[in-house]
């Protein structure tokens, strides 16, 4: 069974541009998240789908991401335009169900660097 | 908000020997995990631990968990070059799904 898949591994843009990474859950799994690390600081939440819809997107910065996952499957986060402080390593996860006890599988994790 | 902070932050030992990781969190939690991240790869989930539970074991992983004190630790028995990664709590409070990262713990194992 394949895991979580992203792409790209690594992009390395310039201030101002846009870049949309992507996440492919593991097949069947309607739960989809995304973390990001950014340098020396913590693992931090963004967002949460359930299928396509939103469930909790408190987490996302602000108004220069953007977060889809149409049809429920695969998804994609937008950074438009990027900023120097958006560097860092974008984790997408996915869970069967949600809940406490749902264990969430990770994905190698993008590495975002804006110069 | 909670937060996990593992501690040491970098640890240093040789092969056979046991490493010993503590992680502390400020709010109630319903379970805590560990999760492994090698170097350039996914966080891999290696053990849950439930707010009721005291200890849990996994192979060679022995995790303890003291909700009186809100902290965690993670020992790794008879460690191997290949634990070589970097070690994260992270809890689940009233959200359910949320998980709440420290900032981890680098292991090196040296052959």
């Known amino acids: 069974e394949a895991g979580v898949t992203q792409f790209p591994s690594h992009s390395v843009i310039e201030k101002g541009q846009t870049v949309t990474l992507r996440c492919d859950p593991i097949?069947?799994?309607?739960?989809l998240y995304w973390y990001r690390r950014v340098m020396g600081k913590e693992i931090k939440f963004l967002l949460h789908?359930?299928?396509?819809?939103?469930?909790?997107e408190s987490g996302m910065p602000n108004n220069r991401f953007l977060a889809e996952r149409t049809g429920g499957t695969y998804s994609t986060l937008k950074v438009q335009p990027a900023e120097l402080e958006d560097s860092g390593v974008y984790f997408c996860?996915?869970?069967?169900?949600?809940?406490?006890?749902?264990?969430?599988?990770f994905g190698p994790g993008t590495r975002l660097t804006v110069l | 908000s909670q937060q996990g902070e593992e501690d040491p932050q970098a640890l240093s030992i040789q092969e056979g020997e046991n490493a010993t990781m503590n992680c502390s969190y400020k709010?109630?939690?319903?379970?805590l995990q560990w999760y492994r991240q090698n170097s350039g790869r996914g966080l891999v989930h290696l053990i849950l631990?439930?707010?009721?539970?005291r200890e849990k074991h996994s192979g060679r992983l022995r995790v303890t968990l003291d909700t009186s004190k809100k902290s965690s630790s993670l020992l790794i028995t008879a460690s191997r070059a290949a634990d070589t990664a970097s070690y994260f709590c992270?809890?689940?409070?009233?959200?359910?799904?949320?998980?709440?990262f420290g900032k981890g713990t680098l292991l090196t194992v040296n052959p």
């Open positions: 631990i439930r707010s009721n539970e």
């Open positions: 097949s069947g799994h309607d739960n």
């Open positions: 992270a809890t689940i409070g009233g959200s359910n799904y949320k998980l709440t």
């Open positions: 709010t109630s939690i319903n379970n």
């Open positions: 789908f359930v299928k396509e819809s939103k469930q909790d």
């Open positions: 996860a996915s869970s069967l169900g949600w809940g406490t006890y749902n264990e969430q599988f």
